[in-house]
């Protein structure tokens, strides 16, 4: 990522490889036989979750334009990459979950096109047909343009009261792309109690699929106002980028750096600066291979 900013407005798209989830390890352990990070795990075909991802992703986005976020314990990362050739792989000195692995990612993007649109996209989901899944995204990038100083997220349909999801409960219709509503959120509900997660199901609350579309402005500003400790840490590597401290600052700030979630601790706290549209004709899950659901 050297040289000067590039012009603006151009799309980019950071795939989250970093977790160290642990919600799925029985499952793996009865699958493969052995101990593995959920999207490097193998459970329909010869590729991983993550490969998956990857592959999806870099035909809606071009492959120098595409950041990886991995786990510095993640050693097997390099070869699930493979042959594939994304514009930036970045290593977190440590899991601090799914805020800074937005950010980090999102502070390169914006040293290089601050004006640029960005996908953000988990590599830890089940989703059938995948051609299907694949044309949902390109239609949610280009309804997000519908809303352009809103977050908007791809939600699905859900199949019954998971707890180890999370959840979007829509509002009223803020514009149609197509044939489509993009509605507000109400709110956001992480990972509820067997109780709430009913609650969630009855009411009509959707699936947060953790992929989202949204200006780089946008989500900027977002973390700027609700968590500006993190973001400080940001702006410091921001400023180090293209420069010998880069790695220095890198380094330094991550010993700071607070555990957040992106969708618990930001998200839920914004929710009138978001918009949601639901996918269709899908099967989605959440977090297991359909065989376990």
């Not at 809606?60 to 595409?66: D, E, M, Y």
């Not at 000195?93 to 040293?111: C, E, N, S, W």
């Not at 200006?215 to 500006?228: A, K, M, Q, Y």
Request: glycine share 8%.
């Amino acid at each position: 990522m050297q040289g000067r900013p590039e012009s603006g407005g151009r799309r980019w798209s950071i795939v989250l490889a970093g977790d160290e989830r642990v919600r799925m390890r029985p499952t793996i352990w009865r699958w493969l036989g052995r101990a593995a990070p959920q999207q490097y795990s193998r459970f329909v075909g010869p590729q991983s979750l993550f490969q998956h991802t990857l592959d999806r992703t870099m035909r809606f986005t071009h492959p120098a334009r595409t950041l990886v976020v991995v786990s510095r314990g993640h050693r097997g990362a390099w070869a699930e990459i493979g042959a594939r050739d994304p514009g930036m792989v970045l290593v977190q000195p440590r899991d601090v979950d799914t805020a800074p692995g937005i950010f980090l990612p999102l502070t390169y993007i914006r040293a290089r096109d601050p004006h640029g649109r960005v996908v953000i996209s988990s590599s830890d989901h089940f989703v059938f047909p995948e051609e299907r899944f694949l044309g949902e995204v390109i239609f949610a990038i280009r309804a997000a343009e519908k809303v352009p100083t809103r977050l908007l997220l791809l939600a699905a349909r859900p199949t019954g009261p998971e707890t180890d999801s999370g959840w979007i409960k829509p509002g009223g219709d803020l514009a149609h792309f197509i044939t489509r509503p993009i509605r507000a959120v109400a709110r956001f509900v992480e990972k509820p109690e067997p109780a709430l997660a009913q609650l969630a199901y009855l009411s009509g609350a959707l699936w947060n699929t953790s992929l989202m579309a949204g200006n780089v402005e946008t989500i900027w500003s977002l973390g700027r106002r609700v968590l500006p400790d993190m973001m400080a840490h940001f702006e410091r590597l921001g400023d180090a980028i293209n420069t010998p401290k880069e790695p220095e600052v890198l380094r330094a700030i991550y010993e700071r750096m607070p555990t957040l979630n992106f969708s618990r601790d930001l998200l839920a706290h914004v929710p009138g600066d978001t918009a949601v549209m639901e996918m269709r004709g899908l099967t989605f899950h959440v977090g297991r291979p359909a065989s376990e659901c």
